[in-house]
């Protein structure tokens, strides 16, 4: 592993792809989404769902997740975020080797006090390969980078990891009322519409009871949702929708269809 001052920076993998690669048109497009989201009034909220879809699919549900922290307080200096591995296979949990990561609207630091902490966990270890290609977590950076300005970053890519697990790593970092969670998770893959609006509230009412036991046929990101759902229930948090559609509901055909929700925790949120 490089010392932090030497790790490389992560370039984007899929910025002209999933996002645009112009800072302008990033910063537009991320801001119509913010803007078109009504505002739930939930800014303390200390964690949230989002998906991490192409932006044309699956921005405007990012964006009613994201609204939610757009007067934070109190200021957010570290985000805990997790996602699913969708190319290279992971056993446990994966960060990156990277000092930071770069989107075209700038670098954000990777907390590099908390690598080494969070390598003593079994499971947890340094993957760079798996880091290198993956979106899920690139594409909520440009949002967090819009809404909350400078903060550090911890990474972590959830492969097979039991929620438990997962909890563990996120309670690591996540130890301060500076510090919030986001998990990055689409829901149902290539259903037709109506069934996919059917399965996909199953999910949601699954979420909002608290039920940690989500598959990857509900959702690509169930293990780092059920280490969420786990760790909030030990926290005393609840979710809250937000919005729940699918990719036939904004940019695509309807005879498969991908699907997308926003949740917000809320409660007493005690470490």
């Known amino acids: 592993m490089h010392s932090p001052s030497r790790a490389p920076i992560r370039p ?13 048109a990033l910063t537009t497009a991320v801001d119509r989404y913010l803007d078109a989201a009504a505002a739930p009034g939930l800014a303390a909220s200390p964690a949230l769902i989002a998906p991490h879809a192409g ?19 109190p200021p957010v200096r570290r985000i805990v975020l997790l996602g699913p591995n969708h190319y290279v296979p992971v056993r446990g949990i994966a960060l990156p080797e990277a000092s930071a990561f770069a989107t075209p609207l700038g670098a954000v630091p990777v907390a590099a006090d908390l ?29 967090l ?3 909350l300005g ?24 996540w130890n301060d009322p500076g510090t919030r969670v986001v998990v990055s998770s ?10 996919a609006r059917r399965v996909d509230q199953v999910t949601a009412d699954q979420i909002r009871a608290g039920g940690e036991r989500l598959t990857p ?22 979710a809250e929708l937000l919005d729940l559609r ?5 940019a695509g055909t309807r005879d498969q269809v991908v699907g997308y929700g926003a949740f917000v925790f809320s409660g007493e949120a005690d470490a």
């Not at 932006?55 to 307080?73: L, Q």
């Not at 290198?132 to 949002?143: K, M, N």
């Open 115 to 143: 690598v080494a902490e969070l390598c003593s966990l079994p499971g947890v270890r340094i993957d760079a390969a798996a880091h290198a290609p993956e979106h899920s977590l690139e594409v909520e950076l440009p949002f």
């Open 246 to 250: 699918n990719s036939g509901d904004t």
């Open 12 to 24: 984007p993998a899929v910025a002209g792809r999933f996002y645009p690669d112009s800072p302008r």
């Open 186 to 195: 689409d829901l149902s893959h290539f259903l037709p519409y109506e069934e």
């Open 55 to 73: 932006y044309v699919y699956s921005g405007p549900i990012a964006g009613s997740a994201f609204a939610a922290w757009r007067e934070v307080d």
């Open 150 to 173: 400078e903060i550090e970053i911890v990474p972590l890519l959830v492969g097979e990891a039991a929620p438990a697990e997962v909890a563990a790593a996120m309670r690591v970092a």
């Open 145 to 147: 980078q819009r809404l």
């Open 217 to 238: 046929f509900q959702a690509c990101g169930a293990r780092a949702i059920n280490g969420l759902l786990f760790e909030a229930a030990r926290r005393g948090l609840t």
